[in-house]
């Protein structure tokens, strides 16, 4: 088909194709690939828990338990004993009266916004808010406002200019952003969000477990944020989503996010796994507190060679402005046996494409210490 072929050829010529690269394994902060080991900086799997003893046994129990499908959506009959313990626990972890659990972040935010608000409706949302939240934002037929990255001047400005033209107003932000790897200002947003009367959507996929409960816990504004979401595939290292909020809140999502009541839940084997994670990071606030220093060390250090080291989380982006220097540097990484990915538009703004270092508590001094020598050869590319 013509569209197709454009579309690739366009794609091919501005240096931002995406390929997959098959891997013959992967383990916290190592993956094999081509038949070679790389120290691994692409994953999510901050804390390394994929791999721990401890989930895997609590997976295979769920597995001998339920099998390894769950039969149905919760509504029909796969509404499993282990996802309601899941719920119990993510809300206690949360803070919250209750939570649900969906099978993706992808999928819990493209339902719960439009579950939220819809046509004659509002959203306003930071312009770095993950793809899910801007899908779900689309999807629900409200008017979508994206304001400047964590500009809070612009996000009182819109407010003060939009808001009262509509009937219920959404801010989405996520807490610690995917791509840039800093912090939302998130006080501030609660502030106007009273102010304005709206509510507030928080994905804390990448603060959850990175940071310990997460970032609305740690700044203690738990109470203040409506509609708390994180997925387990992250730093718990497991799969699904969740939402923590009020009990009737959750009811409404029961009966009315589609997502969650018109898809297959998840099976056994990752609920077990997930729960197991939860009892991992309550009892061990020390993980986190070990992950970001590891960040701080390898972002100190490329800074002090002259490298543009942002984020203020497990997430480092170096932002190299054109994709053909993110991925030759990435390809010169890989050479030298680190896999770092190459973020290109249109995931990341025109211009910022980057490399983007994910931390994980497996990275060893060695390995830190191995990337910034690995780095420092490269600075003849510095922008
Ligand atoms: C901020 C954010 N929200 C949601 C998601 C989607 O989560 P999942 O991978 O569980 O679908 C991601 C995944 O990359 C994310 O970065």
């Known amino acids: 088909m013509e569209r197709i072929e454009a579309y690739m050829e366009k ?3 501005e240096g931002t194709l995406r390929k ?8 916290p902060a190592r993956v094999i690939e081509s038949g070679r080991e790389l120290i691994d900086f692409s994953s999510n799997d901050y804390l390394g828990l994929s791999n721990d003893d401890r989930l895997i ?20 009959s796969g509404s499993l004993a282990p996802h309601h313990c899941l719920e119990a626990e993510t809300a206690c972890f949360k803070g919250k009266e209750d939570a649900l659990v ?13 579950a939220l608000v819809s046509r004659g409706d509002v959203i306003f949302a930071d312009r770095f808010c993950h793809a899910s939240q801007i899908d779900g934002a689309v999807l629900s ?21 939009e808001r009262e033209k509509y009937r219920e107003a959404l801010l989405l932000t996520e807490s610690v952003f995917s791509m840039d790897g800093d912090i939302a200002l998130l006080a501030d947003i609660v502030e106007l969000k009273k102010r ?27 109470a203040e944020v409506d509609i708390l979401m994180g997925t387990f595939s992250k730093a718990f290292g497991s799969f699904g989503a969740y939402v923590a909020c009020s009990h009737a809140m959750k009811e409404y999502f029961v009966n009315n996010a589609r997502g969650f009541i018109y898809s297959t839940s998840l099976p056994a084997t990752s609920i077990c796994a997930s ?51 993110a991925l030759n540097l990435s390809q010169r990484l890989r050479a030298a046996g680190l896999r770092v990915l190459a973020v290109r538009p249109p995931t990341v703004p025109r211009g910022t494409a980057r490399l983007r270092f994910s931390l994980c508590l497996a990275h060893s001094e060695r390995d830190l210490d191995y990337t910034l020598e690995v780095m420092d050869g490269l600075r003849q590319f510095l922008v």
């Open 196 to 222: 304005f009367n709206c509510k507030l959507l928080l994905d804390e996929a990448h603060a959850a477990g990175a940071f310990g409960r997460g970032m609305a816990h740690r700044l203690g504004l738990t």
């Open 275 to 325: 729960i197991a994670a939860l009892k991992i990071v309550a009892e061990h606030p020390d993980m986190s507190a070990k992950l970001q220093a590891k960040a701080a060390y390898l972002r100190k250090g490329l800074s002090r060679q002259g490298w543009p080291a942002g984020g203020e989380s497990q997430i480092l982006p170096v932002i190299v402005k054109r994709s053909e220097t």
């Open 57 to 76: 046994a609590a997976a295979r129990q769920g597995l001998d338990e339920w099998g390894t499908g769950s039969g149905a959506s919760r509504l029909m």
């Open 20 to 27: 997959l690269s098959e891997l013959k394994a992967r383990y």
């Open 102 to 114: 969906f099978n993706s972040g992808y999928q819990a935010n493209i339902s719960l916004i439009p």
């Open 11 to 13: 794609r091919a010529a």
């Open 141 to 161: 037929g409200a008017k979508l406002f994206r304001y400047e990255h964590n500009n809070i001047e612009r996000l009182a400005y819109l407010l003060k200019r």
